[in-house]
């Protein structure tokens, strides 16, 4: 789907990039027609040490996207929701604001935003076409 000699592996990485960003994307929008709110994202794991990606996310979502401190979040997660429960923090917001640091803060670039909503719109046309064909791949142990 236009790959070609002259790409780079920056250009690769931006594709790979970019597309986890347009899935997120989706699931986001489902969220959001759904009726959920939202103000801000987290990003955590291997992928949240990457000031880029972090910031197309921002972009892309159109939502500030902080990056907390903690290297184990499940583990966090897992200690909050105990400390909930054992009485330690009032509730998830309580426990979040005691418990969780954030140490960057992406916010989103509206001259940003519109490129990267315009290749999202073509992201979505290319799943659809190739939704036929990937059925058809899979058929045949692909």
Known sequence: YGLGAWHTKAHVLRALYEG??????????????????????????????????????????????????????????????????VGVYADYADAVAQAVQVVRRHEPQPEATGSYLARYKEYRCLLEAMREPWQRLEKLGC
Do not use: C, K
């Open 20 to 85: 986890v960003v347009y899935g997120h994307l989706d699931h986001v929008n489902q969220l959001r027609a759904a009726g959920a709110q939202m103000n801000v994202g987290r990003l955590t794991g291997g992928g949240a040490r990457s000031s880029v990606w972090t910031q197309i996310f921002a972009d892309a979502l159109e939502l500030p996207i902080e990056v907390p401190a903690a290297s184990e979040i499940a583990a966090l997660g897992a200690a909050i929701a105990a400390g909930i429960g």
